[in-house]
């Protein structure tokens, strides 16, 4: 079974400031992959960021990185520069790609607040 | 190019009642995911297709809850003799599998209240 462990329900940052919000993973799988997606109050779900296990380097998306330590199952999501319209809800995932599986796990999230 | 779109947005039923929700992926998206979202809580995944074969199912998915795809396009999910505790919003996603990215789309959600 996987697990996702996210430990902030909440985050007041000032903008501009960078911003990190944790992650862990538990999984057995050895090919899986970590996502990394925005709630706003709106609902939708906004895919931000993507890390292969595979993958040699941390992924990057603009103001976004994914800090990715396997040995530790961390993949931590680094925002830089934060801005108003950050504020929102952040979930982490996990993609184990065993025996045909395809849903994600998603973690309870955190509730980032970005404060003038 | 549109995206996943739901229908109905929300729903309002009365415990007991059967509620059916519909999905329409992105076109030429061949895998489509159903997950539920209850309030504080991340989605849960419910079930996903492949075209119109459904390749796996959560334990959440109880005998209450069916869903299909008949033509791998659209997909509906239906929920028979409500309870309360289904409540939530339940949300649709889909993407493509060859040299696709592996990130899945969401819709909007349908949000259901069972009174």
């Known amino acids: 079974a996987q697990k996702i462990t996210q430990t902030q329900p909440g985050m007041f940052v000032q903008e501009k400031e960078a911003v990190t919000l944790d992650c862990t993973y538990d999984?057995?799988?050895?090919?899986?992959?970590l996502f990394w997606y925005k709630q706003p109050s709106s609902g939708e779900m906004i895919f931000l960021i993507y890390q292969g296990s595979y993958d040699q380097q941390n992924a990057t998306e603009g103001r976004y990185s994914l800090n990715f330590q396997k040995a530790r199952k961390s993949a931590n999501l680094v925002i830089s520069a934060s801005q108003l319209g950050d504020s929102a809800m952040y979930f982490c995932a996990m993609r184990a790609q065993a025996r045909g599986a395809d849903g994600l796990t998603f973690g309870k999230g955190t509730h980032l607040i970005i404060q003038p | 190019d549109t995206g996943v779109s739901q229908n109905p947005r929300h729903k309002i039923t009365k415990r007991g009642q059967n509620v059916t929700f519909r999905c329409d992926p992105i076109s030429e998206h061949n895998r489509l995911y159903w997950y539920r979202q209850t309030l504080g809580q991340g989605p849960e995944f419910l079930t996903y297709f492949q075209n119109e074969a459904q390749l796996e199912k959560s334990r959440l998915l109880s005998d209450r809850f069916s869903a299909e795809r008949p033509k791998g396009s659209f997909s509906t999910l239906e929920i028979q003799r409500t309870e309360q505790g289904d409540s939530a919003m339940y949300l649709c996603?889909?993407?493509?599998?060859?040299?696709?990215?592996?990130?899945?789309?969401f819709g909007p959600g349908t949000r259901l209240t069972v009174t």
């Open positions: 996603a889909s993407r493509p599998t060859r040299g696709g990215p592996h990130e899945q789309y």
């Open positions: 999984t057995s799988d050895p090919s899986y992959g």
